[in-house]
């Protein structure tokens, strides 16, 4: 008879199973996590019109509460280009109707020195690629990250671009005398990622995006797809849009796609298309477990973001309510967020009659099944309506908006009083959406806010982003002793720089605590490249550093760190009390001062740890007490009598060590509690680099008086055959058309039924409503729509 399985080999290979599908699962759940990993946003910088430059100079400009607070204005005059082709006549060719935009102070000048660019290569730069360069660095400084060329680190650069119209100024009436080697560089979207992970020295992935206006939304959706895949560890994302060139004012205005007025009317019942703006931004992103494991800042958390297209929908440059549905949806399925839980959503809002009402429905087919479950209806706005659309830039825009709202908990006002009435095409009092027209507080709890924002691109491409609040518990009080002295070190390229840089961090130190200082000390050493032009002071409080600061330069810098010999005391006992005291003051050199070994060898491993390489001084301990090191000829004490000067002997060291240009490390020379945090960035000595635009001569606006052709015409028959022959031309059908063909199979769509009707218009004198019609529609049936609002505009019987 045959025998049966061992019962003890099958129990294994069943345990041995269970095993397997736990770390499996394990395994599974672990990737899932980090499929839906946040990421959080640690530092941002920006250009915007209005002059903000800071987050502290948008926070004023966005809670303002002067309804008129906008930062809209008329063409620049060195834009030549764009003065010349303005016109107020609606529809006229060649021109533009549009005068005003939200425009920035001062595109032309740039710190070409700090990035290593000559005077020549900077002028042929687009000056989105310069400013995309400085806010890059802030970024990066405002989330206290150095980013030092040499180190290679891995940040990856994702930026939104759409118009790059400067390289055109380089070339005139056939004449390429202008054009040189740096032209390509200097002017093509696919350099512009890579001009910065070049120039600051990352080697993360780089990317420029191009989907028309939700560009720098999809930058930061690729970027947060980067870190959650660990393609990098750091991530800038950001985008930037300059109104330099006629070209895009033009086509966009003979598509009446513009405001006349160059406002976004976002909401209302008067808006009239939408105004262009200009503007950069940039944010600085980690995982959000490693931005808190590493003390970074965590402003506002990116929870989840989608993107998707609106494939065959009515037209391709027509918004699609279904598609942004979707969109939404899968960005909230990405957060694991309930529609719920939203309280805001930075709409795309670009003030255009119907697509408004598109988005608005759209936000509430999907945010309006979470009604019961929140305080409030979510509130609504657009920051276009105060700064214009930007664009490229527009959802970095409102990324920044968002960031600044998050944290402090406030959400200014979507609408002012003297605005009006909202669109009537929005059913208003049946949604769980509202515009409100004053700011006010967040509603619900800090740790509840989440917010939405949407970037439709012309282009088709939807991108929604899913931001929360990261309010974090408030920390204990520093253990900071009351006789920490603490090493601030300033440095920069230039000394003017330098100087000015000194002036701002006085300014920041003012009224700061200890925590503060220890902090903001921490920043400036640990979060900040360090260049040839130093400044180092040693304080015990703010009001020292500051006037330490004031005082100037100190003289005692070491010239020549080469060779830094450590000298020790025989006396051990002396020397284990000295790094007892660093040990409280500096937790960060703990694991070198608890090392195995004998208390000199223990101090040099802390030196190593702080980037001084030393040589022990031939003949062993020294009779002195304590410790000291030589330098360029120097001899700077680290240790005396009193174990309780060694803080203040080491910074004062290190600060020589540091003015005389050693390349230290003081990540780790942080007080007990010391974080990154706010602290002035790098102050930029900018020239002017710009190439002057050659113009044609500007058009004078002057009376037109439409004559019509033709103010009676004989019979529908007539209109019918005009409207067939013109047809073709605005299509340039040289075959003619198919009549039974949908509209959109002989090329037709919203614009080109639009500059048939201006030409009716034109041709019969005559003012008709805007053709709404599918482009499904059969040609015949479509011109046969079009010729009943001619009879009836002109009284002519059917």
């Known amino acids: 008879m045959a025998t049966g ?36 946003v640690v530092g941002t910088a920006m250009r915007l019109p209005g002059g903000i430059d800071t987050p502290e100079a948008y926070r004023t400009f966005l809670y303002a509460p002067d309804p008129d607070t906008r930062a809209l204005g008329p063409i620049p005059e060195d834009r030549t280009g764009l003065r010349s082709v303005y016109h107020p006549e609606r529809g006229k060719e060649g021109h533009s109707y549009v005068d005003r935009a939200g425009f920035l102070d001062d595109i032309a000048s740039f710190d070409a020195a700090f990035f290593g660019i000559s005077q020549r290569e900077a002028e042929t730069m687009d000056p989105q690629q310069r400013m995309l360069l400085e806010v890059a660095w802030e970024a990066l400084e405002r989330g206290g990250i150095a980013a030092r060329r040499q180190d290679r680190l891995p940040i990856g650069v994702f930026v939104g671009v759409m118009a790059s119209e400067y390289g055109r100024r380089f070339v005139h009436d056939g004449d390429y005398s202008r054009i040189d080697p740096y032209h390509s560089t200097g002017s093509g979207h696919c350099f512009v990622a890579g001009r910065i992970s070049y120039a600051l020295g990352l080697s993360g992935p780089a990317t420029s995006v191009d989907t ?42 003979q598509g009446e796609a513009l405001s006349p007025g160059g406002r976004s009317r976002s909401f209302l019942a008067d808006a009239d298309g939408y105004g262009r703006g200009e503007g950069v931004g940039m944010v600085a992103l980690m995982r959000l477990d490693d931005a808190l494991a590493q003390g970074h800042p965590v402003l506002a958390v990116v929870r989840g973001s989608a993107v998707n297209h609106d494939g065959a929908s009515s037209g391709f440059t027509v918004p699609s309510g279904p598609a942004q ?37 759209a936000l509430d087919a999907v945010l309006g099944t979470g009604a019961g479950e929140r305080p409030a209806p979510v509130a609504l706005g657009s920051v276009k309506a105060r700064i214009g659309h930007l664009e490229a830039a527009a959802g ?29 095409l929005i059913p208003w009092d049946r949604i769980a959406l509202t515009v409100p027209r004053e700011a006010g507080p967040w509603a619900g709890a800090p740790e509840e806010r989440t917010a939405g924002i ?61 925590a503060g200082v220890a902090s903001l000390c921490h920043t400036l050493r640990a979060g900040r490249v360090h260049f040839g032009h130093r400044l180092a002071v040693v304080g015990t409080d703010a009001a020292a550093l500051a006037d330490a600061l004031a005082a100037g ?46 208390p000199a060898a223990r101090l040099r491993a802390v030196l190593t740890l702080l980037g001084v390489k030393t040589t022990l001084a031939a003949g062993g301990d020294t009779a002195a007490p304590g410790a000291r090191i030589t330098a360029g000829g120097q001899s700077l004490p680290l240790a005396g009598d009193a174990p309780e000067d060694a803080p203040r002997l080491l910074t004062a060291a290190l600060a020589a060590l540091y003015r005389g240009g050693a390349p230290l490390r003081l990540d780790r020379l942080g ?72 509209f959109s199979d002989v090329g037709g769509d919203s614009f080109t039924a639009m500059l048939l009707t201006k030409s009716v ?26 010729s009943d609002q001619v009879c009836d505009a002109m009284g002519v019987h059917k």
């Not at 028959?717 to 003619?736: F, Q």
């Open 5 to 40: 399985p061992d019962t003890a080999a099958l129990r294994q290979v069943i345990q041995d199973q269970l095993k397997l599908s736990r770390r499996l699962k394990d395994r599974v759940a672990e990737l899932e996590a980090r499929t839906h990993a946040p990421v959080a």
């Open 212 to 253: 028309a206006c939700s560009s720098s939304l999809v930058a930061i959706h690729q970027a947060v797809r980067a870190l959650r895949g660990g393609e990098c560890d750091y991530a800038l994302a950001g985008g930037a849009n300059l109104i330099l060139g006629p070209d895009l004012m033009v086509s966009l205005c």
């Open 325 to 361: 549905q979707e969109v939404i949806r899968a960005a909230l399925a990405d957060a694991r967020v309930a529609p719920g839980s939203v309280g805001y959503v930075e709409a795309h809002g670009t003030g255009t009659a119907l697509g408004d009402p598109i988005e608005v429905g």
């Open 396 to 424: 970095i825009a409102g990324v920044l908006k968002l960031v600044l709202m998050l944290g402090d908990g406030t959400v200014p006002a979507g609408a002012q009083p003297g605005d009006g009435r909202l669109n009537p």
């Open 454 to 514: 949407s970037a439709f691109g012309l282009s088709g491409t939807n991108a929604h982003a899913v931001l929360s609040s990261y309010p974090q518990a408030p920390a204990a009080p520093a253990d900071v002793p009351a006789d920490h002295p603490e090493l601030l070190t300033l440095s920069a390229k230039d000394p003017r720089a330098l100087a000015e840089l000194s002036e701002r961090v006085q300014e920041a130190l003012t009224g700061l605590d200890a």
């Open 553 to 598: 330069q100190p003289a005692d810098g070491v010239r020549s760190a080469d060779r830094v010999v450590l000298e020790t005391g025989a006396d051990t006992a002396v020397l284990d009390g000295a790094l007892t005291e660093l040990a409280r003051h500096f937790p960060g050199l703990g694991e070198a001062i608890g090392a195995e070994g004998t």
């Open 671 to 742: 007080a007990p509690g010391a974080v990154f945090t706010d602290a002035p960035t790098y102050p930029f000595q900018r020239k002017r680099f710009w190439i002057e635009e050659t113009a044609p001569e500007p058009a004078h606006p002057v009376a037109v008086t439409v004559t019509p052709t033709r103010t009676a015409p004989l019979d529908r028959a007539e209109i019918g055959a005009y409207l067939t022959t013109e047809l073709a031309a605005v299509l340039k059908a040289d075959c003619g058309l198919d009549p039974d063909l949908p």
């Open 761 to 786: 218009e034109q041709k019969y004198g005559v003012d008709l409503p805007t053709l709404d019609c599918p482009v499904e529609m059969p040609v015949a049936e479509l011109l046969a729509h079009l």
